[in-house]
Nanobody, 123 residues
Framework: QVQLVESGGGLVQAGGSLRLSCAAS????????MGWFRQAPGKDREFVAS????????DYADSVKDRFTISMDNTKNTVYLQMNSLKPEDTAVFYC????????????????WGQGTQVTVSS
């Protein structure tokens, strides 16, 4: 089992920044990639960004590319999501996820999920 705990959400004005953290514990050595997804009210959960443990290869949704940066600290088993130039449409619950086999944008293939952290961007 892998446990994921997110932190760093909050309320920010449009144009502002936030950094989310995801601390992983348990059988982290079995994971292949870490990712961030988000879910806005009334919408499906969508992919935001992912990073591979082995070579730090990253992937971003088009909607956040050039604004968000995913990074990791192997020594702390922690993944970060730096979010800049935030927009009201970024408002959502952000979830951290761990994948055992794939680095993919499809949430079905992600095995472990955190409890989520709320990000609210005011206009």
């Amino acid at each position: 089992q892998v446990q994921l705990v997110e932190s760093g959400g909050g309320l920010v004005q449009a144009g502002g920044s936030l950094r989310l953290s995801c601390a992983a514990s348990g059988r982290t050595a079995s994971t292949y990639a870490m990712g961030w997804f988000r879910q806005a009210p009334g919408k499906d959960r969508e992919f935001v960004a992912s990073i591979r443990w082995t070579d730090a290869s990253t992937d971003y949704a088009d909607s956040v590319k050039d604004r968000f940066t995913i990074s990791m600290d192997n020594t702390k088993n922690t993944v970060y999501l730096q979010m800049n130039s935030l927009k009201p449409e970024d408002t959502a619950v952000f979830y951290c996820a761990a994948s055992l086999m794939f680095q993919t944008r499809n949430s079905v293939f992600w095995s472990y999920w955190g409890q989520g952290t709320q990000v609210t961007v005011s206009s």
